[in-house]
């Protein structure tokens, strides 16, 4: 950008960036590390404080390392990108949890083993260890692994989110299995075989009385509970059952959490019928009014139908970007969530008849792509008939407005707006010895506009200085075409040279109709 700015471009005319998504990706890729971090000190700690050894410790944190190459290697296989929902979800006490089963059952038959058994050599004895162990390591795996299988089967954005972090933890959870099957076991025969061969070891982990005070408090729950069996296992169903109960009435079924994309997206819905200039009015206003907070960084408006065609909207409605600065640099101590609130209240209070949503712009994306709106819950009516297409909307409506945790709604399809109609009479055409199409193209050149040459400009000093071309169209100036009846008195010229006016030839009148028709593939 800045060698365009610098080379290319006049003089007064320059590039800048208004949304750029690299502050994000940054602010993604810190919190993936810091959380990787965490998760590895605080499971080596953990590790170390309740398995009594350091070098112990350190053979089950080697896994950690392992399992995320294992799994970044089928990442990259399978097309999986590393983001914070499939990285920053993984949990490093699972990874490990099939190794410390194994190094604590390696460690205690190192610690029990009688002369007769060391002298079958550490190697054979550690392979017994390990086999006693291998096949419930191998199950517990696969059933933490099976968890996961009502996440793969989400469909639309939830899939989309969340099947790369199932499939990430998977992945990690294999390598993991696959180390402490067959690495843990070199490790573990490599860094002990001193202490297995010496004839007076001492003890192999520290004395950790926490531990043992716990040890010994878990035992007494433990007969308890096998005692009173039956009862226990009666009690622990009913609490299951009561808890599905109420979680089916209680819990909602929205698994996608809200992610902080650092800005807003603000959808205004002006009265449908407003036109291009009207609506244009309110932009300085609205623009004052996000500009007055502090915290906003940069303002971005579109009114109607973009340039490029891909976002077809009417002119009632207003898309306005607004970007923030860092949360460090606010100077007033608030949320995101409060400064949305107070925008929307303002503009709410400013814009009376208006109704304003916000949103966030790569959830907008996405959602458009998968579903074709950016709602949360979408209700697709189809059907031949726009009117009772509009009536069957408009009572879903009225159900979702009673839904519990419904915040923002409406309908997506516009309502109905006044609109000129041309029905030309093909006989009265005939009579005049007019085609349909001189009639056809007439109006288009007349309301609409017509292209009629191409104007070229240059050639230019700046590359690749080629002629600029300009379409030049004509039309009717606005007094010939503002009113139904001007529309009523523009000429159409006959083979014979006679004036015709159009409602001689059509007829013309101002009906109800929808404003937009979309369609869904």
Not at 400 to 413: L, N, P, R, T
Not at 488 to 511: C, D, H, T, W
Request: a negative charge; glycine letters at 6%.
């Amino acid at each position: 950008v800045q060698e365009i700015n610098e080379n290319y471009l006049p003089k007064d005319v320059q590039i800048r960036n208004t949304y750029d998504r690299t502050d994000l990706v940054n602010y993604t890729l810190r919190t993936i590390g810091k959380t990787l971090v965490e998760g590895v000190v605080v499971v080596s700690l953990v590790l170390i404080f309740f398995i009594g050894s350091v070098r112990a410790s350190l053979v089950v944190v080697a896994t950690i390392p392992f399992a995320m190459l294992f799994a970044f290697l089928l990442m990259n296989l399978t097309g999986i990108p590393a983001s914070l929902l499939s990285l920053g979800a993984i949990d490093f006490g699972i990874i490990v949890d099939g190794a410390v089963i194994m190094v604590e059952n390696i460690m205690r038959r190192y610690r029990d083993a009688s002369p007769a058994d060391k002298q079958k050599g550490i190697i054979s004895f550690t392979r017994d260890a390990s086999a006693e162990v291998g096949t419930e390591i191998l199950f517990s795996i696969l059933i933490i692994i099976l968890a996961y299988l009502p996440i793969f089967s989400f469909e639309r954005i939830e899939g989309r989110l969340f099947k790369p972090m199932a499939f990430t933890i998977s992945f990690a959870i294999l390598g993991a299995l696959i180390f402490a099957m067959t690495v843990i076991p070199v490790l573990m025969s490599i860094i002990y075989r001193k202490y297995f061969e010496s004839t007076n070891p001492g003890p192999i982990e520290w004395h950790n009385p926490f531990y043992h005070w716990l040890e010994k408090k878990y035992e007494i729950l433990i007969e308890y509970i096998v005692e009173r069996s039956r009862v226990i296992v009666k009690t622990t169903f009913s609490i299951v059952f009561a808890l599905l109960a109420i979680g089916m009435y209680a819990l909602g079924t929205e698994f996608l959490p809200e992610m902080d994309e650092g800005g807003f997206n603000i959808r205004i819905f002006f009265p449908v019928g407003i036109s291009l200039p009207e609506a244009r009015k309110f932009m300085p206003k609205i623009r004052q009014i996000i500009y007055k907070n502090e915290q906003v960084n940069v303002v971005l408006s579109q009114l109607g139908r973009n340039d490029d065609g891909t976002d077809p909207l009417p002119p009632n409605r207003l898309e306005v970007l607004i970007g923030l600065k860092d949360y460090n640099d606010w100077q007033e101590k608030i949320t995101k969530q409060e400064l949305l609130l107070r925008m929307k209240n303002d503009l709410e209070a400013t814009l009376p008849g208006a109704r304003i949503s916000f949103s966030q712009p790569i959830m907008d994306n996405l959602s458009e792509a998968i579903m074709g709106t950016i709602a949360d819950l979408a209700v697709f009516v189809s059907g031949n008939d726009l009117r009772v297409m509009r009536g069957i909307g408009t009572e879903i409506l009225d159900i979702v407005k009673e839904m519990k945790g419904a915040s923002e709604y409406g309908i997506e399809q516009e309502n109905e707006s006044p609109q000129l109609t041309i029905k030309i009479n093909r006989e009265a055409a005939a009579r005049f010895g007019i085609n349909v199409i001189d009639i056809q193209q007439m109006i288009e050149a007349a309301i609409g506009m017509q292209r009629v040459s191409t104007l070229y400009e240059g050639p230019s000093d700046i590359p690749p200085k080629t002629p600029a071309r300009f379409g030049i169209v004509v039309r009717f100036s606005k007094d010939y075409r503002a009113s139904k009846q001007a529309i009523e008195n523009m000429p159409i010229i006959s083979p014979k040279g006679e004036r015709i006016p159009l409602s001689e030839l059509a007829e013309i009148s101002l009906i109800d109709g929808p404003t937009m028709i979309f369609r869904q593939e």
